[in-house]
């Protein structure tokens, strides 16, 4: 189906929406009843004794990106959008006005257009913004001392209820001068806003979105492109893209898209976003002008911000560091600038030989931002495109602009993060992430990979998410992912799986790394249950249940092979984990071992240690 | 088709034979006519610059694994074995003799069962074995001061004629106190295997090999583990497996069989492997008692080990570090032991009340080895099975004792490398690494990943070779393959493709960051190709040129789209590389950059630094 056809959107496909097995939404309430957080509930079977006796292993929580997608309560209206949680937050704060039409230009001009009814979003809101005078960021009501619902929410949904858990021996991590609190507070939430060490990308316009951080002293989260280019997608596919990217854990998405109809592309999977979207205007500019980067103006720009700040995009990419002066460190690298935004800057910067007008217009633009509370997600434009070029003084000379971007952002109280690279050898990822918290102070460092090594086209997701992990457990706050089409076509929603689930386990790497709280619970309770041969245990606990299932399947389908006590890869005799079993028994007939006591002294006692230390303490701001 | 079949072996599926687009296997001679050391060269088309002069891109060599495999010179007959390229060499020393018949009485079992005339190989060599009093080992001829021309095939295979290359440019890297020379001589290469610091697994009863090594100061080398199991896979599958394991560039393949007929797999294996094969015989000694480790005696056990020592194994794993007082401390683990082999040896420990055969006879296995040239791999049987269980006491009690055990087994000029975990989180990685260095004195150390999470069932080769890529970068030098299957199943062989090639990239990356000399040669011409828009120099380039090729063809078939300056990620008007070089002709056009002269002190006078050093130095030998 065309993107002109005349009926957008039907249905979601089932395979988008279906909870996972043995897992449930759940909502925990915060201090006041419209403040429900979401969680995936993970159920498990019990633990079966040799006498016979049943021991309980209590549901495992996970952070739930999935949006109510994933909720039989709740029923999808793809042409209404889903709820607005933030509605209420929004308008008692009392600082913004809705405004009669939207402002921009271009944004009147699709909405009038009759030869876009039959794409548009037919659920227009009108748009909302600042007060004059007033300022709606996050970080803004940061810095006044308030704690925000958003900040609230997010600090419960940090946690993720695991500091209560049975399973909270944690090995001490590395952190690298992070500051990760045993517990996140909604005052921790707020500080590190305040300070700009982390962000919470929420326009006003976006009341559909669940609240999320991003900052080095939280879970390292992971974005998931989309988008359609002038070659392949539609906007239906690219609304089934968003919420298959949420489904495996998609912690915001950006919109690239490039072709046609992407203005209204992107109200539909905003109305339909619980995460942040974040898009990177300059492309669409771009378009308006067809292609002809020289053609850019400051107005035309301004307005394309607007218009998107409008529709409730959550944080902009603005390659503003892209300076004259730069482009000609580029001419001797391998492979030049490999950014799209940052190469349209360079062109114009040349073919105007002055500095772009992100740059030199950039204050105009935190007004823009701060009336709509859109973050900034300064782009690298000059990152590496190769081992070759990584940390190269084009790129370095980029990242030191970034940092004082950084401050003039915040003395406006605007929310910002940077992005990185890129392709760069391992031995020089460690170089970007130090560099990048001096020059910019701590705010959130949010990187593409990075790739540690060129020569892997097709299973970039790989080279990257390696890249990743490593940056991540370093301090980056958030990994842009790669799937295996990288360098080489449009990924499809097997691609975008796959990369997500790359990078899910390079986030939960660094976290585990860094020494991040709780975070290890998960991983115990899935080797336990690897252990106790809990197969679907194993299976549902995993960032992948129906490919685990699919997987063991293969080659022993039958039920009574998801309770045996091997696998097809050692077979009965073979498996490791069922000899250990019966060493313990033995030992423990024998007297050798008294491997009760063992586990008791081991696991159990440590658990009591942090339950004491937990306890709820959001429930008493 | 199973394993009691008349007909064994036909024909080698297709796709696991075929060269790989422009790129053929090429020969290269050293100081003696017998020592043709293989590699893949591929070919690159021309850099066509806008004047239309064309510019050429010499032909990239690339380690090559496959063996006469993908040789179109080559007639396989599976039912014959691959050429005998040591044989001449083994003749020479003179230092063997060849035996009337197999000296393992299971051996000879096997050998006269009519019943398995059908699947048993049918051009059996009698076996060789060192004269009385000579010891065969690499190490042994090392330590006189002996370069064999096993060594100096080795020395020219790992430079792979790059130190020639125009693409020399290369980051200096971090190599934790590695001593990676420039080029790879003959003489380094006895030094380092004189020094235990690597091996080289060469059986004298595998002439077929194709000589390789392992150690630190070598490109770091990765395995394949094939072999059925008693609930799936047979003889035809496993020799397949193999053959398809090295074309993606498994530089060792271990048949770790547990079903029937392990005896007869695993000569059809060695008789067409190219690449040393590693066993774990215990697995084939438990077999002999029908599974009951406790029944398992020190007499079943070196009758094993003659009997595949005489079929040609190159390596054994052997879990004599496993002893007795450590099997306690493996009590109070979330999984215990999850090696077969360690768990096997647990028990028989606590059944017995005695350290294991494998440790008391420790000497004597030597005594075999070195009658063979069998290396060890020493196995980690006490290696974590989860995140919470990674550098415990039981580890690195058993890390200690197989210290202990390299010193004894390099008394007796036995090759060694040490085996390593396993499940361990990223910040806990270099601490093995570390520990593994001094206490085995450099030894090599061969790891399992490690993964570097648990939450991961179906992705675990990603989350190994994360932590695979950090631990080669630290100094491991082979990186056991883990595939999407484990813990689930046995792979097939889409499996093993994705799990070699995480590997590869594991590999080359940990290569590249630790500043092996002349590997960034092939990520400079494949970033090269791909800024150029050479399309089917991208792809050739790559670690799997055929998935490059079917993901870009997916969305963009068309022949004319492998010349285009655009992919279907970004389509034709946003592609950030084609705006870079028109940047660069704008920019040349106007005067502001001299690109010609920038790329020309950028890469190629490097390039001709790097040339003057280099120049075929194991001639001069």
Chains 1, 2 share one sequence.
């Not at 000379?397 to 940092?403: D, F, I, N, S, V």
């Not at 940056?471 to 990288?486: D, S």
């Not at 069922?578 to 696991?603: C, P």
Request: glycine share 6%; charged share 25%; aromatic share 8%.
């Amino acid at each position: 189906m065309s993107a002109s056809s005349q009926d957008v959107l039907t249905q979601l496909d089932a395979t988008s929406t279906q909870p996972f097995p043995n897992s449930k939404r759940v909502y925990i309430t915060g201090t006041r009843p419209d403040i429900r957080v979401p969680m995936r509930e993970i159920s498990l079977s019990d633990t079966v004794l040799e006498n016979g006796v049943h021991e309980i292993n209590p549901p495992v929580t996970v952070y739930d990106s999935s949006g109510p997608y994933t909720d039989p309560n709740v029923n999808i209206d793809i042409h209404q959008g889903v709820p607005e949680v933030r509605r209420g937050w929004i308008e008692e704060r009392d600082d913004t006005e809705i405004l009669s039409k939207v402002t921009s230009l271009y944004g009147q001009q699709r909405q009038t257009d009759p030869n876009l009814s039959a794409l548009r979003f037919s659920h227009l809101r009108p748009p909302r913004r600042a007060k004059a005078g007033r300022n709606v960021t996050q970080m803004h009501y940061a810095r006044q001392g308030i704690i925000t619902p958003e900040m609230e929410f997010i600090a419960i949904r940090e946690n993720q209820r695991l500091h209560d858990s049975d399973q909270l021996v944690q090995h001490p991590g590395e952190s690298f001068g992070a500051a990760l609190p045993k517990i996140i507070t909604p005052e921790f939430v707020r500080d590190e806003v305040a300070r700009g060490r982390a962000i919470i990308p929420a326009n006003i316009n976006h009341p559909e979105l669940e609240p999320m951080i991003i900052g080095r002293n939280f879970l390292v989260k992971i974005n998931a492109n989309i988008g359609n280019s002038a070659t392949t997608s539609s906007i239906e596919e690219e609304v089934e893209k968003m919420v298959w990217s949420i489904r495996w854990g998609g912690d915001t998405v950006m919109d690239l898209s490039t072709g046609k109809n992407i203005h209204e592309t992107r109200e539909w999977i905003l109305r339909n976003s619980p995460v942040p979207i974040g898009t990177v205007p300059i492309y669409q500019a771009l378009e308006k002008v067809d292609g002809k980067a020289e053609e850019l103006t400051w107005a035309l720009f301004r307005d394309t911000l607007i218009e998107q700040a409008e529709q409730g995009v959550d944080y902009f990419t603005i390659h503003a560091g892209v300076r004259l002066p730069y482009v000609p460190l580029t001419a001797k690298r391998l492979t030049g600038i490999v950014s799209r935004g940052g190469s349209i800057m360079a062109k114009w910067c040349l073919a105007h030989h002055q500095d772009s007008f992100l740059y030199t217009h950039f204050e105009e633009i935190c007004e823009i931002m701060k009336a709509y509370d859109v973050s900034f997600s300064l782009g690298d434009g000059l990152r590496p495109g190769s081992i070759a070029d990584a940390n190269d003084e084009a790129q370095f000379a980029e990242l030191e602009t970034l940092g004082e971007l950084t401050k003039i952002a915040w003395e406006h109280d605007v929310q910002t993060m940077i992005e990185g690279p890129g392709h760069v050898p391992m031995h020089l990822i460690r170089e970007n992430m130090d560099k990048q918290l001096k020059e910019c102070d701590e705010a959130p460092f949010y990187t593409l990979g990075p790739l540690i090594t060129d020569i892997s086209p097709g299973y970039d997701h790989i080279s990257s998410s390696i890249g990743a992990a490593m940056i991540g457990w370093y301090g980056c706050a958030m990994l842009c992912y790669v799937t295996p089409k990288e360098h080489l076509g449009l990924p499809n929603k097997h691609d975008v799986r796959e990369g997500i689930i790359a990078y899910k386990i390079a986030a939960h790497a660094a976290d585990l790394a860094k020494g991040h709280p709780n975070t290890q619970v998960r991983d115990n309770a899935i080797s336990k249950a690897r252990f106790e041969f809990r197969w679907a245990d194993q299976f549902n606990l995993g960032l992948d249940p129906l490919r685990a299932i699919e997987y063991h399947d293969e080659t022993l389908p039958k039920d009574s092979a998801k309770t045996a006590h091997f696998c097809s890869m050692c077979g009965p005799h073979f498996c490791a984990m069922k000899i250990t079993q019966d060493v313990r028994e033995y030992a423990e007939q024998k007297g050798i071992i008294d491997v009760k006591k063992a586990m008791e002294s081991g696991l159990k006692e440590k658990a009591k240690e942090f339950k004491k230390q937990g306890s709820e303490i959001y429930h008493k701001i």
